[in-house]
């Protein structure tokens, strides 16, 4: 089991930055990918971005490509989601999620992940 919990969310601006956290605890150990996730109000939920164990691959969603950047310190146990540019399309409770490495990194996409976590809001007013 893993556990994840995000943290970082809040009230901004459009056109600000914002960085979420999300910290790792549990069977770490044999490695896991991240994803983070939204859900916008009154919507379903979606896919925001996802790096794989080692760090050295990304896939993003095409709505914030460009503006959004995930990382991870592994030695922290603690994965990133940097929001720069926001606009108030981006708000919406943004999940941290963890999978198996077994999965590939593309299932993601689709929301296939063992691990969630319970969400931070994050509101951009224009």
């Known amino acids: 089991q893993v556990q994840v919990v995000e943290s970082g969310g809040g009230l901004v601006q459009a056109g600000d930055s914002l960085r979420l956290s999300c910290v790792a605890s549990?069977?770490?150990?044999?490695?896991?990918?991240i994803g983070w996730f939204r859900q916008p109000p009154g919507k379903e939920r979606e896919f925001v971005a996802t790096?794989?164990?080692?760090?050295?691959?990304?896939i993003y969603a095409n709505s914030v490509k460009g503006r959004f950047t995930i990382s991870r310190d592994n030695a922290k146990n603690t994965a990133y989601l940097q929001m720069d540019s926001l606009k108030s399309g981006d708000t919406a409770v943004y999940y941290c999620?963890?999978?198996?490495?077994?999965?590939?990194?593309?299932?993601?996409?689709?929301?296939?992940?063992?691990?969630w976590g319970k969400g931070t809001l994050v509101t951009v007013s224009s």
């Open positions: 790096i794989n164990w080692s760090g050295d691959s990304t």
């Open positions: 999620a963890a999978s198996g490495t077994m999965r590939p990194l593309e299932a993601a996409r689709v929301g296939l992940m063992d691990y």
């Open positions: 549990g069977r770490t150990g044999s490695g896991y990918h």
